[in-house]
């Protein structure tokens, strides 16, 4: 994790200084190990990398890009990065979604509105859901422990700014989801002695509920993210830097099939502009702009699918959406037009975001809050459920303060203490369960390597 915000440049592939990477080195000592990248070194093309452990006594050297493998990284200074071109207030509920951000002022058509550096980014593994969810868990865990050894305000704050991110409660988690959550919680539970079968049970439960929270958000709230043009090819070296990466204000956003607002990279706007660019330090950054003129306190939006999309009548658009990302779309522009078609239905909830494939579109959708919050992930499999449904209240997932609705059986004080203990992790157990989570992730890097040989 690094301290300050520096996007470098490789042969193919552009990373933070400060990522985590999973090492190839057959016959070296090193093979598997993880890595802190610390530079670029061009004259010889390959990274200066640290090795992570306490084995390596603080280690360096240089590996070349068919080397290496991204894992995560950590950016809690991108939270003072946030910059506001024009004012920008927040609102608790957008009609059937749920909270988001309206304008307070006027802005000009091509106009940004605001800035943003991603404060996570991770590794995004296509072909193996268990390994890609793995790789957020560590990611997270690794954030929280950091925040609790160090005592670091910035990395506190990221914390608290992923934990007050939305999920969709009332949608299914992938079973794979769910199957990484329960190995975690198997594999680190028994890492606190003490304690009968009962405490050691509840234990258990708030650690799958722990994770799957975590990796919940993950879903709901990642954009892809560029890491270098040939990343997004087919080819195994290029699908080692594949990623998502999570940005905390503008998962504020809501959709619209008619939306007042574009994202786009720092650089292809600043390039659009005939504006200068330092990749150093605007690399991995989003802008948000005016499409159209907006006027003060109409609301910010953008559409999550692709372009080609907004060209469509509305009953193609719904049922791409439903198809795709598994809800009805309830925006404004598709009520106003199903309520023109004879005979058409209204929708009986809105919609809110879907992952995106590209550094342009979010993985978030504002959901419907349950009476009650499921004590229990159900571990169905969605198509590729990675978007909220509608809500007619602000959908903000449980945070670790909450306490869980109780299983059928369980009673309220052992409900209760679930709760509390998912709040009060020991470092210990914390540490232990990166450490899983991190075994688990290290399947990709042994799967790459196979392909590169």
């Not at 954009?223 to 830097?241: D, I, K, R, S």
């Not at 099939?257 to 950054?285: D, N, T, W, Y």
């Not at 999550?304 to 795709?324: N, P, S």
Request: hydrophobic letters at 40%; glycine letters at 8%; one cysteine or more.
């Amino acid at each position: 994790m690094s301290d300050s915000y520096c996007m470098l440049q490789g042969q193919g592939v552009r990373l933070h200084r400060g990522t985590i990477c999973h090492l190839k080195a057959a016959g070296k000592d090193y093979d598997g190990a993880a890595c802190t990248v610390v530079d670029y070194k061009e004259e010889k093309k390959k990274w200066l990398v640290r090795l992570e452990g306490e084995e390596w006594a603080g280690r360096q050297l240089l590996a070349s890009e068919a080397s290496m493998a991204l894992a995560y990284c950590l950016l809690p200074v991108s939270l003072s990065k946030l910059r506001k071109f024009k004012g920008v207030t927040e609102e608790g509920v957008q009609g059937s979604c749920g909270r988001g951000l309206l304008a307070a002022q006027s802005v000009g058509a091509g106009n940004p509105i605001f800035e943003e550096a991603p404060f996570m980014v991770v590794y995004k593994a296509h072909d193996d859901p268990f390994v890609h969810h793995a790789h957020r868990w560590r990611a997270y865990s690794a954030l929280e422990l950091a925040a609790r050894r160090d005592g670091d305000v910035s990395t506190r704050a990221a914390v608290n700014a992923f934990d007050d991110l939305d999920y969709p409660l009332d949608r299914p988690s992938a079973a794979t989801l769910h199957e990484v959550a329960e190995a975690i919680a198997d594999s680190t539970a028994a890492a606190e002695s003490g304690g009968g079968i009962g405490q050691r049970v509840v234990q258990r439960t708030a650690l799958v509920q722990q994770v799957a929270g975590v990796l919940n958000k993950f879903r709901a709230n990642e954009f892809g993210f560029a890491n270098g043009p040939e990343v997004e090819t087919l080819t195994p070296a290029a699908a080692a830097y594949r990623a998502s990466a999570v940005y905390a204000f503008i998962s504020r956003v809501n959709h619209s099939c008619e939306p007042s607002c574009g994202m786009v990279s720092k650089e292809g706007f600043h390039a659009a502009r005939s504006i200068g660019f330092k990749l150093a330090q605007g690399g991995g950054m989003l802008v948000a702009y005016a499409r159209r003129d907006i006027h003060p306190g109409e609301r910010l939006s953008f559409c999550y699918g692709d372009a080609e999309l907004m060209t469509w009548e509305v009953a193609r658009r719904r049922a791409h959406l439903l198809e795709k990302y598994g809800f009805t779309c309830g925006c404004e522009r598709c009520v106003r037009e199903a309520a023109a078609m004879p005979g058409a239905a209204k929708p009986a909830s809105a919609p809110a975001e879907p992952e995106a494939a590209a550094a342009t579109a979010p993985a978030k959708m504002t959901a419907k809050r349950p009476a009650t919050v499921p004590a229990t992930v159900p571990a169905t499999v969605p198509a590729k459920g990675l978007a909220k449904a509608p809500a007619n209240a602000p959908a903000k997932a449980p945070s670790a303060s909450e306490t869980p609705s109780t299983d059928e059986g369980m009673s309220t004080a052992a409900a209760s203490e679930m709760a509390s203990y998912a709040t009060k992790w020991p470092v210990g157990l914390l540490a232990a369960a990166t450490v899983v989570a991190f075994a688990i992730a290290g399947r990709y890097y042994r799967m790459a390597s196979n392909r590169q040989s």
